[in-house]
């Protein structure tokens, strides 16, 4: 059984090679082009953290920050071609104004978003969206704390859905000091404050930095990761930082000039595990810089861009990984035309400028541009265009589709939603493990991950060909018994649940590591280390790290 493990461990290395060799060679030419011109009461100049998503009938939704009937923004739906549908206005008081951030699709169906001001405190508001544009408003940030902004205020970007099915998101300002939050809010509404950023510069008091705006990600451990604009007692230029969805933050990164400062944009999590994204100055040349960071938090600097170059510079979005496995991103500005430029990166850090923005498609694009499955990528501009208000753009790359998993991590048992091309869907498997399926019409199935399923692609299979996930979809382990309760250094112990069969690590109390043999994908048998001390015992797969509910007592 133990070849077995090592069996699909290599499989999952080598479908990751091989993605990560698609991203590292031959650059991709790509055809830019606008898919709808905002008039003003379409909505108007998409900000930022404009972050659009796409729905499970395959249409792309999103938001606006300003236009519509009372001027304070809209949300809607577009389909990939470019038929436009306004779904809401924001009246600027019951469910806010300035909805900044764009949308998140929820596992649900429906979208979840922010509005920056507004509600009933003008301090902005939590939502949630229908596909139909019927919202919800499930949290109003005001005055609950003696400082008046304890739970914070200014929410800039969407929440995201965690794995344990909670929205996770930030705030711009608000909290115990005045700089910025990180909050947990369920689905009905019950709000949790995690995290308070501090700012006090004199006082050498600012370890995370302060005034996040950009949304959150989910790693692949479990952890959450983002960007502070401002801050950190190394530098002041911003950072990197991770936190658990308990609320425990540290740095993983202080930018100090050279290397990048001010990161505005969100990170993405590449095929390769690590975190890439970019800041919108500094670096030798000033204009900015496109980095790569590990999670241990070693950086290297994939390309830099020059301040006034006809090139482009400033890149206040972030970045978005297409099909290919090469990284796509965008300038806000160049010393020429002033519009903005489309790039490429490899992981590597090769570069190629690849189009750029003006009258048409739209120009100054500074939000984040997003990956349909259909393999084009799609984003917004905050002008240019017919009417002066900004587009949405498509970028075709030639690159092949792909199925999306809403959520991307669960455990066996779970039900998971696919996203993509998937009329006449014959077969559908997890890491080679066949899953039940359901589901009709052409843009979504749902499915139930199998048991033995390993930490792999997603593969669905058609009359036409196969497609799978662009990154692997994680098994998520459980442990729900051990047995028995106590025992000796160098005694034997059972450990029961699902998810088992990529076990690489176990753990003791104290950290002590253990041997072990791997039985099957539900049982795995431990040998109790010498120097380990009474606790709970910790077992890590390629898909997670998971604790049993008690301590396992050591006796002498």
């Known amino acids: ?70 001027g304070y923004g809209t949300a809607f739906k577009l389909t990939p071609e470019g038929a436009f549908t306004k779904l809401h206005d924001f009246d600027g008081i019951n469910d806010g104004r300035r909805p900044d951030g764009g949308l998140t699709l929820g596992k649900d169906g429906d979208f979840y978003g922010t509005s920056s001001r507004g509600g009933a405190f003008d301090e902005g508001v939590v939502f949630k969206m229908t596909p139909v544009g019927a919202i919800t408003v499930l949290h109003h940030f005001g005055p609950i704390a003696p400082s008046g902004r304890g739970d914070g205020r200014f929410p800039a970007s969407a929440p995201i ?84 969805t308990g609320g425990a933050a540290s740095t993983l990164y202080a930018f100090r000039g050279s290397d990048g400062a001010y990161p505005h944009g969100p990170l993405v999590e590449g095929t390769d595990g690590n975190l890439y994204g970019t800041t919108s100055s500094g670096g030798s040349l000033g ?9 241990a938090g070693m950086l290297t600097t994939l390309h830099e861009f020059a301040s006034f170059s006809i090139a482009g510079y400033s890149t206040y979005a972030g970045l978005v990984q297409a099909s290919n496995g090469n990284f796509y991103g965008v300038t806000s500005t160049n010393s020429k035309s002033g519009a903005g430029k489309l790039f490429e990166v490899t ?95 052409s843009t979504y199935r749902t499915a139930v991950v199998p048991k033995g399923a390993a ?10 060909g196969s497609v799978q996930t662009l990154k692997p979809f994680l098994q998520l382990p459980t442990l729900t018994a051990f047995s028995p309760a106590g025992g000796t250094s160098g005694s034997s112990v059972l450990l029961t649940g699902t998810g088992l069969m990529q076990t690489t690590k176990v753990t003791f109390g104290g950290g002590k590591v253990a041997t072990f043999v791997v039985n099957t994908d539900t049982q795995v048998t431990v040998t109790v280390p010498a120097g380990a001390a009474s606790g709970k015992i910790r077992l890590t797969t390629l898909g997670g790290t998971v604790g049993t509910a008690t301590a396992f007592a050591v006796t002498p």
């Open 1 to 70: 059984m133990k070849q077995m493990k090592e069996k699909r461990s290599s499989i999952l290395d080598l479908g990751c090679a091989m993605l990560a060799l698609v991203g590292s060679g031959a650059v991709h030419s790509a055809t830019l082009s606008a898919v709808h011109t905002f008039k003003l009461a379409d909505g108007s100049h998409a900000r930022e953290f404009s972050i659009l998503a796409q729905g499970r009938d395959g249409n792309i939704y999103g938001t606006t920050p300003e236009g519509g009937s009372y």
């Open 161 to 244: 859905q965690g794995r344990d099915g909670n929205l996770y998101g930030t705030t711009f300002g608000g909290g115990a000091y005045g700089s910025g939050t990180i909050y947990k809010i369920s689905r009905d509404g019950t709000f949790a404050l995690l995290f308070s950023f501090l700012n006090d510069p004199s006082a050498g008091l600012a370890p995370l930095g302060y005034y996040p705006r950009a949304p959150l990600l989910q790693g692949r451990d479990g952890a959450l990761y983002g960007t502070t604009t401002y801050g950190t007692n190394a530098t002041g230029l911003g950072a990197v930082f991770r936190v658990t």
């Open 287 to 295: 204009g900015g810089t496109v980095y790569k960071l590990t999670k």
């Open 347 to 441: 992981p590597s850090g090769g570069y190629t400028q690849q189009a750029s923005f003006g009258y048409q498609p739209g120009a100054t694009p500074y939000a984040t541009p997003f990956l349909h499955t259909n393999g084009k990528i799609y984003g917004l501009t905050y002008a240019g265009s017919s009417f002066g208000h900004g587009a949405v753009y498509s970028v075709d790359l030639g690159a092949p589709g792909l199925i999306n998993a809403v959520p991307s991590a669960a455990k066996a048992g779970a039900t998971v939603v696919l996203l993509g091309a998937v009329a006449d869907t014959t077969a559908v498997s997890f890491g080679g493990e066949n899953a039940t399926f359901s589901g009709t019409g």
């Open 455 to 464: 930490t792999a692609h997603i593969t669905l299979m058609t009359p036409t």
